[in-house]
């Protein structure tokens, strides 16, 4: 087994675009290319695992652009033709999490990549500066693909966070995630009967408990969990704050001090730790303390450690705050001028419809208002949970009335305004203080959502909303909404995946220069 806090932290690379400029309507544009394929990495001391990553790395390489350029991402499967984990061919489908895309670039689970195969991927990146990520999503395989190691960041940035918000070497990516290894080192995997898997190593940015080292300065975090189960509680070794500044759709308007907050899989919260006053020598460590329905091993409780070292200039292009924000401006909706709003201002009556989401585990199946995307399949992709139209505001409940399970509740295209809870007193948790598109319904709880459906620049189309514990999207806890008309923008044929021409490296994958190592 690693030792917890024995290695150093690592950020993933940056990847750099291989063409930038202007569309013929003069809108700039950064084109990327990742090769999907198999790697080699050392998660536990004198093994090797095979992973199956972004450019054969975990976690895939970040992917970092300004608000209003546009980007296209092309994603080449060179996997082998079975899976890792099982004899499954290895598919894969890549949903850019967070982003209001067109619904054939949405990663729409049957919108399936064979190896061999290649998609572009195009994304708009009009919406307000956040953490975003790119995950596989392939149908009944998304949790075995994001668990082989198909996940990596993907920031949007605007004016408002960067003059807001740290920046550079104080703006820090964690990817938290567990896992089970086998004695040679291969992925294990066990979905407990469809249950979860929870694993007994926890790793940030694919490192186990790693160690980083931390300047007396004010460090952004952007926490996102990318494990396919396990939910944690974070909290600091001596009971310091975090300062939560954005959660998954960009930052909150106002700054919440908290000591310990809740996230599932798929949530993103950005925070600030102040380590000035800390001096050089000292540490604190970074734990998990847990929720109900996790399956706890001996150090899942340990996550990383900070470890404060003397003060030194920035790396260039770097930028920290000199005290704690109390009220951060997002700038509102891009599209305000066109009927666009910013989430955090609706209010329920301007909702047209009220809709109740109830999940549910049924016949070994788990399932939202009794139906499964088995049932959306067998309609020919057009069975709908409902059909708002564009630009309209909706209120939505989602119901789990388990007292076994906890369902961390993704909604595909939307910015979310969470509005009550039947705990905490009726109210959002502290840290639910912006806007969301991942909705973490615990045990015997509901919590009731606004969301208006802005499409953008386009005319919508089919959307999916399903569990983000991956095993239970896999079986097959998901189903679809439409905006506007369903047969628009088709998302499987409308922009097929083709056979690769081009040869490995043909575009070439280049990566920003790297912080120094463990910082």
Known sequence: MPLPYARAFARPPELVPYSTGRDADGQPFAKYSLTQKLGKANFVPGLSTTLAGYNGIFPG?????????????????????KSLLDAAPFNTVTHLHGSASLPQYDGYANDRTAPGNVKNYHYPNWQTGRTLWYHDHNHLFTAQGVYSGLAAFYALTDRY?????????????????????????????NDNGHAGLWGDIIMVNGVPW???KVKPRIYRFRFLVGSITRSYRFALSNGAPFYVVATDC??????????????????????????????????????????????????????????????????????????IPTMLDNGGS???????????SLTP???????????????????INGETWDDVEKSGFMRTFGNPQRDQVEQWTIVNESGGWFHPLHIHLIDG???????????????????KDVFYTGENESVTVLMQFDTGEHEGGRYMVHCHNLVHEDHDMMIQFAVGDPRNNDPITADKPVLETRPEGYFASKYKLAYPAGT
Do not use: C, H
């Open 250 to 323: 960009g930052m909150v308007p106002k700054v919440q001090a908290v000591s310990s907050w809740r996230q599932g899989t798929a949530e993103r919260y950005e925070v600030l730790i102040d380590f000035r006053k800390y001096k050089p020598g000292q540490s604190v460590e970074l734990r998990n303390l847990s929720n109900k329905n996790n399956v706890n091993f001996a150090n899942t409780g340990k996550v990383m450690k900070f470890q404060v070292v003397a003060d030194s200039p920035a790396q260039p292009g770097s930028r920290t705050l000199s005290s």
């Open 334 to 344: 891009p599209r305000k001028a066109k009927g666009g709003l910013d989430p955090m």
């Open 210 to 212: 790693p160690t980083m």
């Open 161 to 189: 966070e960067q003059a807001q918000l740290p920046q550079g070497e104080f703006d820090v990516p964690v990817m938290v995630s567990d896992a089970m290894f086998n004695a040679d080192g291969s992925l294990g995997y």
């Open 349 to 367: 009556d301007m909702a047209v419809a009220k809709r109740v989401m109830r999940v549910q585990r049924q016949g070994g199946e788990w399932t």
């Open 417 to 435: 305004k969470i509005i009550a809870r039947n705990t905490n007193g009726g109210k959002p948790f502290a840290w639910e203080a912006g806007a």
């Open 61 to 81: 390489p970040t992917i970092r652009v300004p608000q209003g350029t546009r980007s296209e991402v092309r994603i080449s499967n060179r996997l082998p033709a």
